[in-house]
């Protein structure tokens, strides 16, 4: 009874002969047919923008409700916190609004990408200027 635990391969690996195989998507321009064509990304910049400002402003006020019930509590508590509570007021202030802005902005890339793949004409063909969507049946 001899072990070989010199394989890479795992069961739960999908074998190459095995996965569907999914063609690109034609990306030619539909006016000229010519394959210089970029993606916009429209959605997907405002997406990001709007996204971390809404992320900052919730991270921000989040983290300043939390400094301010903390600092009541630290006041209860002792008479040595009064010299620490603005410096840890303002650093969780900043720590919320950057994991807020962060967060925003992820998934508002994430929802603008949809909607550019979805709804906007994302492609600009770069021989003619003309912008067009791609379906991607």
Same mark, same amino acid.
């Given at each position: 009874?001899? *072990?070989?635990? %010199?394989?890479?391969?795992?069961?739960?690996?999908?074998?190459?002969?095995?996965?569907?195989?999914?063609?690109?998507?034609?990306?030619? /321009?539909? %006016? /000229?047919?010519?394959?210089?064509?970029?993606?916009?990304?429209?959605?997907?910049?405002?997406?990001?923008?709007?996204?971390?400002?809404?992320?900052?402003?919730?991270?921000?006020?989040?983290?300043?409700?939390?400094?301010?019930?903390?600092?009541?509590?630290?006041?209860?508590?002792?008479?040595?916190?009064?010299?620490?509570?603005?410096?840890?007021? $303002?650093?969780?202030?900043?720590?919320?609004?950057?994991?807020?802005?962060?967060?925003? /902005?992820? $998934?508002?890339?994430?929802?603008?990408?949809? $909607? *550019?793949?979805?709804?906007?004409?994302?492609?600009? /063909?770069?021989?003619?200027?003309?912008?067009?969507?791609?379906?991607?049946?």
């Amino acid at each position: 009874m001899h *072990d070989d635990f %010199t394989s890479t391969t795992f069961d739960d690996e999908p074998f190459p002969e095995h996965e569907a195989l999914v063609a690109a998507p034609r990306l030619d /321009c539909p %006016t /000229c047919q010519s394959r210089r064509t970029i993606a916009q990304d429209t959605g997907k910049k405002a997406g990001a923008a709007i996204g971390a400002v809404a992320g900052v402003a919730s991270g921000i006020s989040g983290a300043l409700s939390g400094a301010i019930t903390g600092a009541e509590i630290g006041m209860a508590m002792a008479v040595a916190v009064r010299a620490t509570m603005p410096l840890g007021i $303002v650093a969780g202030a900043i720590l919320g609004g950057l994991s807020g802005g962060i967060a925003g /902005c992820t $998934v508002g890339a994430a929802l603008g990408e949809a $909607v *550019d793949e979805s709804i906007l004409r994302n492609r600009r /063909c770069l021989a003619c200027g003309q912008a067009f969507s791609f379906s991607r049946r």
